[in-house]
């Protein structure tokens, strides 16, 4: 289902930025579109928490201090929960670095502090967001039969809030569970910590009674590598090219808005409707061609096939793969192994796209080519 969403989204927010590139920015019809991207926007955020809760989103992990990632988001949690609650934060020294993404570290911070807002009393309240080095054995096994044993970090968020009762406690994680009155929450904040937490192989206990609050404790694997430094990405700017661009791509709108944001920036495009088609077209035409750009999932013959099929005849030619993301599919399974994904020579587009990131990356990727 998110798959199939997430390239109607491409199409929605696709078209909609380039009808905006089109009309003066005196034109009525701005605003409108303006609305369709805020709304497009909006439903990309809903698939990716949909995708969170049964673990089939593509993490982008690193070696990371947890203390760093709470320091970083402090300020927003700030101003997320106002000035009627009191934030504290408890930061382990020397706290072991974990492996995980970030960005999704920082949307289980986010959304247990929400969490907590929401059960507070008028008159505000406090919570405390705390970090520290745990080792799971025998006894905590004895209780908690799902975990395994190791030396896992904790980040620990608890709340003087309204608390919840067991019956409560039981369907928190559910995917659209809310006590939240219509309008106020999806019902799926808690469950995307879940998923979360879930994915990058940790465990997550709650404890509550009613009017004693709420303590939320996270366990991560403690990591043995040292912390990645990141790197600051400079944003290129939107270039085009004239090199020749082999698009495969089995839906005819994608295919069709691919098209014409690549010509648009000068490129040529040839198009083949699966990974068959693009193999065939490749054969007689690998000389002109430049880059591939190929959809994962295709009938007759996927991205990953094809792609293994092109490298036969051009082992050089760089490929961009794109996906919504189906990992219950075997064709996309590959794209969830970064290293992987760095041994193919490829790289890799999420959908829903938009005309700056697929222009970018375009000629990020032949620019690369250019300098091997």
């Known amino acids: 289902i998110a798959h199939d969403f997430n390239n109607l989204l491409t199409v929605i927010l696709g078209n909609a930025q380039l009808a905006h590139r089109h009309l003066q920015a005196t034109d009525p019809l701005q605003t409108r579109l303006v609305e ?7 439903a990309s955020a809903l698939t990716r928490q949909l995708l969170a809760f049964s673990r089939r989103q593509r993490l982008e992990r690193r070696v990371l201090n947890l203390n760093d990632t709470i320091k970083d988001v402090a300020k927003m949690l700030q101003r997320i929960i106002g000035e009627d609650i009191e934030m504290r934060i408890k930061t382990a020294p020397e706290l072991s670095p974990v492996f995980a993404d970030p960005g999704q ?3 289980v911070i986010v959304n247990l502090v929400v969490n907590a807002r929401d ?3 008028p008159r505000g309240g406090h919570l405390t967001i705390e970090t520290l080095d745990v080792v799971i054995d025998e006894t905590y096994l004895q209780k908690y039969t799902y975990a395994q044993p190791g030396k896992y970090v904790q980040i620990r968020v608890s709340d003087n809030g309204a608390g919840m009762s ?25 469950s995307m910590v879940y998923g ?8 997550i206990n709650v404890y509550s009674e009613p009017g004693h609050g709420t303590a939320f404790k996270i366990y991560l694997p403690a990591s043995k590598n040292g912390v990645t430094e990141e790197q600051s990405a400079t944003q290129l700017p939107l270039l085009g090219g004239t090199e020749t661009i082999l698009l495969a791509e089995d839906e005819e709108p994608l295919r069709n808005l691919a098209k014409d944001i690549l010509e648009g920036l000068g490129y040529t495009v040839v198009l083949a409707k699966n990974g068959e088609e693009a193999v065939e077209i490749f054969a007689a035409q690998r000389e002109q061609i430049g880059l591939v750009i190929s959809d994962v999932v295709m009938p007759r013959m996927g991205g990953h096939e094809a792609h293994e099929r092109i490298r036969k005849l051009d082992k050089d030619v760089p490929v961009i793969f794109m996906t919504g993301y189906s990992a219950e599919t075997v064709q996309s399974k590959f794209v969830k192994q970064n290293k992987f994904m760095e041994g193919l020579g490829a790289a890799l587009i999420q959908k829903p796209y938009n005309v700056e990131v697929l222009g970018r990356k375009v000629r990020e990727v032949l620019d690369a080519r250019r300098k091997r």
């Open 119 to 121: 059960a507070m009393p």
């Open 166 to 190: 067991e019956e409560i406690m039981e369907r928190i994680f559910e995917p659209f569970f809310t006590t939240k009155e219509i309008g106020r929450g999806t019902g799926l904040g808690l």
């Open 105 to 107: 570290i920082e949307q």
């Open 36 to 42: 369709i991207e805020k709304a497009g926007t909006r």
């Open 196 to 203: 979360i937490v879930k994915q990058h192989e940790g465990y």
